[in-house]
């Protein structure tokens, strides 16, 4: 769950005299942290993710109006797609070309040969997707949005392994340098996190605007990156009780 910032080694649960401390084994770090700091840590970055209700409200509405104009709005996806693997293609005729010209050394040829080779397999990921499930990026917006709604919530409230779950889906690096936790937070929840909302003690005032941008940054975003969780597994930490966690204290030590 935690990773050491100096030898990138996991960082091991241990208790002591009613503590639980995350440390690092290797013999030249000194990296060792209360498990109360890496939960304070983690509650402040999930603070800015939390949607206020009218915010929620705008944006599952915006979303029931793009469901209706997907058919049209996925068709010119698959379109820009396309035109990118007929882009890639010329590109790597053209690097064909520079390397029997002898314009261009073979190892840098067969680097970049593979640099494009990954982008079009990456673009013809999208495009599968797409096709095999047209509708499964909206649901996985609609999911994470589900997510974002309560996350601080689902967070206070939630027991050991579904606050662990809840940390893995919403944070994409979790490690600590000496006694310094560093949560960064998941595209996709950074996105929610920097929106411009305005708050000023009273009800959130929130932009339609900036909400847009946002839910088409959030589109995009899981047209090109299936997402890390499964529907499963947000439900279950929606609305569900996983019986493997019943019993354990709070916290996030596994």
Not at 27 to 40: G, M, P, Y
Request: hydrophobic share 35%; proline share 4%; with cysteine.
């Amino acid at each position: 769950f935690l990773k050491c910032r100096k030898c990138h080694s996991s960082l091991i649960g241990e208790s002591r005299k009613g503590h639980t401390y995350y440390r690092c084994h290797t013999e030249t770090c000194a990296t060792s942290v209360r498990e109360e700091a890496v939960d304070l840590a983690l509650r402040e970055q999930l603070k800015p993710v939390t949607l206020h209700p009218d915010e929620l409200t705008y944006l599952e509405g915006r979303l029931r109006s793009i469901r209706t104009e997907w058919f049209e709005r996925r068709n010119l996806l698959l379109q820009n797609l396309r035109l990118q693997i007929a882009e890639l293609g010329k590109r790597l005729s053209r690097l064909t070309d520079a390397l029997l010209d002898g314009t261009i050394e073979k190892d840098l040829f067969t680097e970049k040969k593979n640099s494009l080779i990954l982008d079009r397999r990456g673009v013809e990921d999208q495009i599968n997707r797409l096709e095999r499930n047209p509708d499964a990026v909206l649901q996985e917006v609609q999911e994470f949005l589900g997510l974002a709604r309560d996350a601080y919530f689902l967070y206070e409230s939630a027991l050991s392994e579904r606050r662990r779950q809840l940390a893995l889906l919403l944070t994409s690096d979790r490690s600590v340098d000496g006694k310094c936790v560093v949560f960064t937070l998941a595209p996709a929840a950074a996105e929610l996190a920097n929106r411009q909302a305005v708050s000023s003690g009273g009800p959130s005032r929130y932009r339609p605007r900036t909400l847009d941008r946002l839910l088409d940054k959030l589109i995009d975003w899981f047209t090109r990156n299936p997402p890390t969780w499964s529907a499963d597994s947000a439900k279950v930490l929606l609305h569900g009780t996983d019986p493997n966690t019943e019993g354990k204290r709070e916290g996030l030590a596994a």
